[in-house]
């Protein structure tokens, strides 16, 4: 009933932030960030972030919006496989009749919350017009996992943001 977060007023907000303040310090998962729970796609249900809020609430040029998640997906860095993992990051917001989807590399720690990113890539499609976009930006989120299905996240915005797993990818 929060339409992804774009009605939840700024008392709202506040209170959803100690939530996840609170839970963090009862974090079931040990370094969640280097965890094998990272990888899967994950519905976006709530978030701060205003660009998707924009998105969502308000469609892409008169297309509306079907859904909003991350897919995470780790390979080996090298084809032989001698390498470390290579982790990417997809965010990815589908309308009806469209897209929006920014590609990014992530680096999990090996220890502790935190996911860097930077983006890679941006395109978008608007009914059989595809557009390549330029990816702008860097930053990281932290992760906690309250069980097998529930991540929350706060970001280098300070956004905060809760999925569910979707499926693995």
Do not use: H
């Not at 040990?30 to 976006?44: G, M, R």
């Not at 590609?103 to 720690?109: D, I, K, N, Q, V």
Request: glycine fraction near 10%; charge should be neutral.
């Amino acid at each position: 009933g929060q339409r992804l977060g774009a009605d939840t007023n700024a008392a709202g907000v506040e209170r959803i932030g100690q939530l996840m303040e609170q839970l963090g310090a009862l974090n079931p998962t040990a370094d969640p960030a280097s965890s094998p729970k990272l990888c899967a796609t994950w519905e976006i249900m709530w978030t701060t972030e205003s660009e998707l809020l924009a998105l969502t609430s308000n469609g892409f040029l008169g297309l509306p919006c079907k859904s909003a998640y991350q897919t995470i997906a780790r390979r080996r860095g090298a084809a032989d496989g001698s390498t470390a993992w290579a982790y990417t990051l997809d965010n990815i917001i589908d309308f009806d009749g469209g897209s929006l989807r920014v590609g990014s590399t992530c680096e999990p720690a090996a220890r502790g919350s935190r996911v860097d990113f930077r983006f890679s890539s941006c395109s978008a499609k608007w009914k059989a017009l595809a557009l390549p976009l330029p990816p702008v930006g860097a930053g990281f989120f932290e992760v906690l996992y309250l069980d097998d299905s529930l991540r929350v996240c706060k970001d280098s915005r300070g956004d905060l943001q809760i999925c569910v797993r979707r499926e693995c990818p």
